[in-house]
Structure formats: C-alpha cells, structure tokens
C-alpha cells in the first residue's frame, strides 16, 4: 500500500506542475532557464521607518526541484541573488529570492523531497 500512496503523491504534484502551473525565467547572474511553477501564497506588507512607509510584495514560487537546472551551473538550489521573471498581461515582474519566516531561501513542499517552496519579494523600479 505504501507504494500506492507514493505513486499517487508523486503523480498529484504532477498534475498540479502540469494543469495549474504557468512557465517563467529563472535567473542566476546572465545564466537562465524557463520552468514551470504553481504561483502559491502572495501577501502584501508595510514596514514603516522614520515616517517612511516601505511596501512589500512575497510571493511563494512551487516547482519541481529536478527542473532547477541552470546553464552553466548544473542541477541547484534557490540562492540569494537569483531572481524569477513572471510575465503578466504581457509585462514582465521580477521577483528576488529572499529568505522566508525559517531564514532559508526555499524549503521542501513534499514529504517525498521533489517539490520545493521558493521565498521572494517582487522587485520594485
């Protein structure tokens, strides 16, 4: 029965990357690569300092970690510094990967370790 269950996990997270997931640019420096990503929990934020209020955008990033494979650098994990390009109505958002409530930069999404959960605020101009 094990067996079962873990087929039937794997194949959900699957289904999920491949009916309710959109393809975006993930970057490391001039080094890039297009995934596919389930866009998960955004909130908003304000952070107020000396009178000057500063809002912030989180957005959670879903993918499969077997897909992280960038140019150059081979098979990796979310760093700060890398960012993920979103495109939205035809513009493009970019999101910096920053560390999220644990202080990491990413954190497993699956018991069986396949999925990973990315932190980032989007980029303001």
Do not use: C
């Amino acid at each position: 029965m094990p067996d079962m269950f873990s087929w039937g996990m794997r194949w959900l997270s699957g289904q999920m990357l491949s009916q309710a997931s959109e393809t975006v640019t993930y970057a490391r420096g001039s080094d890039t690569v297009d995934i596919s990503t389930v866009v998960g929990a955004a909130e908003q934020s304000t952070r107020r300092d000396f009178r000057i209020a500063i809002d912030t955008e989180h957005t959670e990033f879903l993918i499969d970690r077997a897909d992280l494979v960038i140019p150059n650098v081979g098979l990796t994990l979310p760093e700060r510094g890398d960012q993920i390009v979103r495109t939205i109505d035809g513009k493009p958002i970019t999101y910096l990967v920053t560390q999220g409530p644990d202080q990491s930069f990413w954190r497993v999404s699956s018991q069986y370790e396949d999925m990973i959960r990315i932190y980032t605020n989007r980029k303001t101009d």
